[in-house]
């Protein structure tokens, strides 16, 4: 028995190690297919610069090219697969380079100074719309046929089909510009002027005062496919075995809905979950762009229009790293979860 263990116990490492070197191969491959296709983007840092110094203070063509060539100390011209050779040197070093425009001032320090803001709206957001989803999806599968049932799942098919950046769009002009609820301009932003970080009262009100609108977007966004999922996962559940003989058994129906129904119905969720961490940083950028929440996702948005090639690679790097491990841990968190996994590997 003890050598059945430590044979599966290979397997199951093995399996594992198989997952990992291939999420790497595939973080690797994204990471040179985002190189090149930057590059084939139409203009250049320099040639953008260029046009702001005409268009904004009246220089010539060539007074501009030759303010920007003594700012800008980068060679365009030098042959691509070089500069993708540097690249992978510094990346394997962990360096993601300098900014083109702001200059001196390195990738990691931009993802270190803006990538919290992200985490922070779109992770508050996440865990209020996972923790409603499940019990709303849960109250219509119990209730299902009813009044409460009809009137959920419209709202949640409409909210779940309808993209976010619209939904973020329609809370800027109607609250903020129709009628006026919040002070859109007020919240621009990840932080008021003056107030310092820290665990006061303070900061924590200023911080969710900025993200709320970002953090009320990502929830009405998201909350309509989590309600649906457990919905569907709950009665599904419901018509289970060992659903019928618990209620056999005469067994409390709390301990039914939660130990038995609920436990087993939340598993295909927690993957789900996992999976939507990994997009957290990529889901951000129309929203922040929106509501100017100057989080990792604002910083990509801009670089794309300033063609800051360093800065666009560090935060694709960052986005393929969150997505291909969160579905990495996803399938060793379900695995974790749900037994009958971990006894198909085994086998």
Same mark, same amino acid.
């Given at each position: 028995?003890?050598?059945?263990?430590?044979?599966?116990?290979?397997?199951?490492?093995?399996?594992?190690?198989?997952?990992?070197?291939?999420?790497?191969?595939?973080?690797?491959?994204?990471?040179?297919?985002?190189?090149?296709?930057?590059?084939?983007?139409?203009?250049?840092?320099?040639?953008?610069?260029?046009?702001?110094?005409?268009?904004?203070?009246?220089?010539?063509?060539?007074?501009?090219?030759?303010?920007?060539?003594?700012?800008?100390?980068?060679?365009?011209?030098?042959?691509?697969?070089?500069?993708?050779?540097?690249?992978?040197?510094?990346?394997?070093? #962990?360096?993601? #380079?300098?900014?083109?425009?702001?200059? #001196?001032?390195?990738?990691?320090?931009?993802?270190?100074?803006?990538?919290?803001?992200?985490?922070?709206?779109?992770?508050?957001?996440?865990?209020?719309?996972?923790?409603?989803?499940?019990?709303?999806?849960?109250?219509?599968?119990?209730?299902?046929?009813?009044?409460?049932?009809?009137?959920?799942?419209?709202?949640?098919?409409?909210?779940?089909?309808?993209?976010?950046?619209?939904?973020?769009?329609?809370?800027?002009?109607?609250?903020?510009?129709?009628?006026?609820?919040?002070?859109?301009?007020?919240?621009?932003?990840?932080?008021?002027?003056?107030?310092?970080?820290?665990?006061?009262?303070?900061?924590?009100?200023?911080?969710?005062?900025?993200?709320?609108?970002?953090?009320?977007?990502? +929830?009405?966004?998201?909350?309509?496919?989590?309600?649906?999922?457990?919905?569907?996962?709950?009665?599904?559940?419901?018509?289970?075995?060992?659903?019928?003989?618990?209620?056999?058994?005469?067994?409390?129906?709390?301990?039914?809905?939660?130990?038995?129904?609920?436990?087993?119905?939340?598993?295909?969720?927690?993957?789900?979950?996992?999976?939507?961490?990994?997009?957290?940083?990529?889901?951000?950028?129309?929203?922040?762009?929106?509501?100017?929440?100057?989080?990792? #996702?604002? +910083?990509?948005?801009?670089?794309?229009?300033?063609?800051?090639?360093?800065?666009?690679?560090?935060?694709?790097?960052?986005?393929?790293?969150?997505?291909?491990?969160?579905?990495?841990?996803?399938?060793?968190?379900?695995?974790?979860?749900?037994?009958?996994?971990?006894?198909?590997?085994?086998?």
């Amino acid at each position: 028995m003890g050598k059945l263990k430590r044979e599966l116990r290979k397997i199951a490492e093995s399996v594992i190690l198989k997952r990992f070197l291939k999420s790497i191969f595939t973080i690797l491959v994204v990471v040179t297919l985002t190189f090149f296709i930057i590059r084939l983007m139409p203009s250049n840092p320099i040639q953008i610069y260029i046009n702001q110094l005409i268009s904004q203070y009246g220089m010539t063509y060539e007074e501009a090219k030759t303010f920007a060539a003594s700012l800008f100390s980068i060679d365009l011209n030098r042959p691509i697969i070089l500069q993708y050779l540097d690249f992978l040197k510094n990346l394997l070093k #962990g360096d993601l #380079g300098v900014s083109f425009l702001s200059r #001196g001032t390195k990738v990691t320090s931009i993802i270190k100074e803006f990538l919290p803001w992200t985490l922070f709206s779109v992770g508050v957001s996440l865990l209020i719309s996972f923790t409603l989803g499940i019990i709303l999806g849960m109250l219509i599968a119990y209730k299902r046929g009813g009044v409460i049932d009809f009137i959920i799942t419209s709202l949640a098919s409409i909210l779940s089909s309808i993209p976010n950046y619209l939904i973020g769009i329609m809370i800027l002009v109607f609250l903020g510009v129709q009628w006026r609820i919040v002070p859109i301009e007020a919240m621009r932003g990840s932080l008021s002027p003056g107030v310092k970080p820290g665990f006061t009262l303070t900061f924590i009100k200023d911080v969710f005062f900025h993200a709320s609108m970002p953090i009320l977007t990502y +929830v009405i966004s998201t909350i309509g496919s989590w309600i649906l999922t457990m919905k569907s996962s709950t009665l599904s559940t419901l018509g289970e075995d060992y659903v019928m003989v618990a209620k056999a058994r005469g067994l409390k129906e709390s301990r039914i809905t939660f130990s038995y129904v609920g436990r087993n119905a939340i598993l295909p969720l927690f993957t789900s979950l996992t999976i939507s961490l990994g997009f957290i940083v990529g889901g951000s950028v129309l929203i922040e762009s929106i509501f100017v929440y100057k989080g990792i #996702g604002w +910083v990509l948005w801009s670089s794309i229009h300033s063609r800051d090639y360093p800065v666009m690679q560090g935060v694709f790097l960052i986005i393929t790293i969150s997505v291909i491990m969160a579905n990495f841990l996803a399938d060793l968190l379900y695995s974790r979860l749900d037994p009958r996994i971990r006894t198909s590997g085994g086998e």
